[in-house]
C-alpha cells in the first residue's frame, strides 16, 4: 500500500504526495514505512527556511519566490511552521486568491504544518515532511516559521539557508538587533521598502550586525516589496551563491553531518521510548513504575535504567 503511493508520488502524483506528507505528520508505523523507503533518494533539495515577525510579509515573499524559481523550471515545496500563515485553514480570502496562481502550478506544493505529531513534536514532523519533498524531487523546499518558540528554532536548524525578514517600522530595530535575532541569517531581507524608512533599517543593519560569518560568507542585506516582486530576482540569486558557497567551503557536507547525528538521536530516543513503553505494556510494570517514584521508594532515573534493562532483556529472549 505504501509502496504503491510512494512510487505514485515519485512519478509526481500530487494526492500521493499528500497522503504520504499525512502519513509523516501522523507519526507511527506507516511514518516509519515512508521514511524508511524514501529517506536514502533524499539530500538533493535546497532546504531554504524563511522567518521573520508575523505580518513581514514572508509569505508573500515564498509566494513571489517560488514564482521566481518555477520560472526557472525548478519545482519547490513550501512549509509552513507558522500557524498564523494563509497556507492554513483560517487563511483570509485575499491571502487565498493569491495562493491561486501557485496552486494549480503542478511545480509547486505547499503545505501547512498545522498541529503537532503524536509523538515526536513539530520540529521532527516538520523534519519528514521536508525528506519527503525532498526525496519526491522538489528542487528547492521553503520552510515558514514565525521564529518565536523552540520548534521554530529546530526547524531552522534543518534548513540550509535561512532568511531574516524584517520591515521598517515595526519599532525599535536597534533593539532587534541587539537581540541577535538578526544573527542566524544568512541573508537578511528588509520587505515593504516601499515603506519608508526602509534604506534606513538597511543601513542600520548592516552597520549593526555581524554580516561577516567565521565560514568566509558575507551575508547580504536586500531591500524587498513582495507584493510587487521587487528584489525578488536578487533574493533568488542570493539564495543561489549561498548554496554554492556551502558546496564550495565544504560547509553542507558538515550540515549534513550535523543533521545526521541530530536524526539519529531522535531517532534513538523515540525508538528506546517506543520499545520500553510496549515492553510495560504486557504487565503493570508501568503503573508499578509511577508508585514506586510517587512512594519515594526510588528516584526517577533509577527506575527508568530498571525499565529499559527489563524491555532489553525482553526483547533479548
Ligand atoms: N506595503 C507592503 N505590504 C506588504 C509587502 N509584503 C507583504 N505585505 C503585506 O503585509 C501583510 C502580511 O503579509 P504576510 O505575507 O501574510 O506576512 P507573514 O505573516 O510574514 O507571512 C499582507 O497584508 C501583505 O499584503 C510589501 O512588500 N509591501
Ligand atoms: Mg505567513
Redesign the pocket.
Known amino acids: 500500500m505504501t509502496e504503491n503511493l510512494v512510487a505514485e508520488a515519485l512519478r509526481g502524483d500530487r494526492r500521493a504526495l499528500a497522503r504520504l506528507l499525512s502519513l509523516v505528520e501522523n507519526g507511527g508505523l506507516a511514518a516509519q514505512e515512508v521514511m524508511r523507503l524514501l529517506y536514502p533518494r533524499s539530500g538533493r533539495a535546497h532546504v531554504v527556511g524563511i522567518t521573520?515577525?508575523?505580518?513581514?510579509?514572508?509569505?508573500?515573499?515564498?509566494?513571489s519566490l517560488a514564482r521566481a524559481l518555477r520560472s526557472q523550471g525548478l519545482k519547490v515545496g513550501i512549509v509552513a511552521v507558522?500557524p498564523?500563515?494563509?497556507f492554513s485553514k483560517g487563511a483570509l480570502l485575499?491571502?487565498r486568491i493569491?495562493m491561486q496562481g501557485l496552486t494549480s502550478d503542478a511545480g509547486v506544493f505547499i503545505r501547512s504544518m498545522a498541529s503537532r505529531g503524536a509523538i515526536g513534536g513539530l520540529a521532527p514532523a516538520t523534519m519528514d515532511v521536508i525528506t519527503v519533498m525532498d526525496a519526491v524531487g522538489k528542487d528547492v523546499i521553503i520552510v515558514?516559521t514565525?521564529g518565536a518558540g523552540q520548534d521554530e528554532v529546530e526547524v531552522m536548524d534543518a534548513a540550509h539557508t535561512v532568511v531574516v525578514?524584517t520591515?521598517p517600522g515595526a519599532g525599535d530595530e536597534i533593539q532587534a538587533i541587539k537581540a541577535g535575532i538578526f544573527e542566524i541569517a544568512h541573508i537578511l531581507v528588509v520587505?515593504?521598502?516601499?515603506?519608508p524608512r526602509a534604506d534606513i533599517l538597511a543601513r542600520q543593519l548592516a552597520e549593526f550586525v555581524n554580516l561577516d560569518k567565521p565560514d568566509g560568507w558575507h551575508v547580504p542585506v536586500l531591500q524587498?516589496?513582495?507584493?510587487?516582486d521587487?528584489g525578488v530576482d536578487e533574493l533568488v540569486a542570493a539564495l543561489q551563491s549561498h548554496r554554492e558557497h556551502l558546496l564550495q567551503s565544504g560547509q553542507l557536507d558538515k550540515l549534513r553531518q550535523g543533521q545526521a547525528q541530530h536524526r539519529l538521536m531522535a531517532a534513538l530516543k523515540e525508538q528506546l521510548w517506543d520499545m520500553v513503553y510496549q515492553a510495560c505494556q504486557e504487565t503493570d510494570a508501568w503503573e508499578e513504575a509511577v508508585r514506586t517514584i510517587a512512594e519515594r521508594r526510588a528516584d526517577p532515573i533509577t527506575v527508568a535504567k530498571g525499565l529499559i534493562a527489563r524491555a532489553l532483556s525482553l526483547k533479548a529472549v
Open positions: 521573520g515577525a508575523a505580518g513581514s510579509g514572508k509569505s508573500t515573499l515564498i509566494f507558522d498564523t500563515s494563509p485575499g491571502d493569491r515558514e514565525v525578514v520591515v520587505n515593504k521598502a516601499d515603506l524587498t516589496v513582495a507584493i510587487r521587487d
